[in-house]
C-alpha cells in the first residue's frame, strides 16, 4: 500500500496506518513533507521547541528524549506512538511501515492511494490555520526542505514529458485505427 501524504491530516493518516499495520499491510507512505497540521505555525513550532526542552529532571546530561527534525521521522513517530511497540507484534508493525519525503525513484511510479477520511479538505474547516510538516521541520532545523523541493520540480517535469508522450502516441493510436 503506497500512500500519498499530500493534504492528509497528520494523526488522522497516522491512525489510518498504524491500524493497517497492526492488520498486517506493508504501508509506504511517500511525501511525508506535505502532511498537514492542523494549528498555525508558530504555535506548532512553539508546542516543538518545548518538547525538545525536554530534559532528565534527576541528571540533564542524560540523553534523550531524541528529537528527530525531518518530517518523515516525525510522521514515523506518530505513528509509532499509536502501536505498542515494545511488544513482539507492535515491533513488527513498526518493520512493515516506510516513511519518504519526496517521492523516491522505486514509488515514484507505483499508483498511490489517498485516503478520503482523512483529506484536510474534508476534515477542517474553511479559515482555519494549519501548517505543512515539512515548514515546522524546516524552522526547528530540517535543512533539506529546498533539496527535496527541486527533486520534486525535476520529478514532476519528467513525469510532464513522459506524460505528453503517452498522450501523443495514444492520439496517434486512436487516428490509426480509425482509419482502419
Not at 507512505?29 to 504555535?43: C, D, H, I, Q
Not at 474534508?122 to 515548514?135: A, P
Request: hydrophobic fraction near 35%.
Amino acid at each position: 500500500l503506497v500512500i500519498d501524504a499530500k493534504q492528509h491530516m497528520l494523526g488522522r493518516l497516522a491512525a489510518i496506518v498504524a491500524k493497517s499495520l497492526l492488520n498486517g499491510q506493508r504501508v509506504v507512505v511517500v511525501r511525508a513533507e506535505e502532511t498537514v497540521k492542523s494549528g498555525p505555525l508558530y504555535k506548532n513550532r512553539m508546542k516543538f521547541c518545548a518538547w525538545m526542552q525536554l530534559k532528565s529532571n534527576t541528571n540533564p546530561r542524560h540523553g534523550g528524549p531524541y528529537h528527530c527534525k525531518s518530517p518523515s521521522k516525525m510522521f514515523w513517530r506518530v505513528v509509532r506512538g499509536m502501536v505498542r511497540h515494545k511488544t513482539s507484534r507492535g515491533t513488527a508493525a513498526m518493520d512493515r511501515v516506510r516513511v519518504y519525503e519526496g517521492r523516491p525513484a522505486p514509488y515514484s511510479h507505483k499508483k498511490r492511494v489517498c485516503v478520503q477520511s482523512a483529506m484536510r479538505a474534508t476534515r477542517m474547516k474553511n479559515g482555519r490555520k494549519w501548517c505543512r510538516l515539512g515548514d515546522l521541520a524546516a524552522s526547528v532545523g530540517w535543512n533539506k526542505n529546498e533539496l527535496v523541493s527541486t527533486l520534486e520540480d525535476k520529478r514532476k517535469v519528467r513525469a510532464g514529458e513522459y506524460f505528453q508522450r503517452k498522450l501523443k502516441l495514444m492520439t496517434a493510436v486512436k487516428k490509426q485505427a480509425m482509419n482502419q
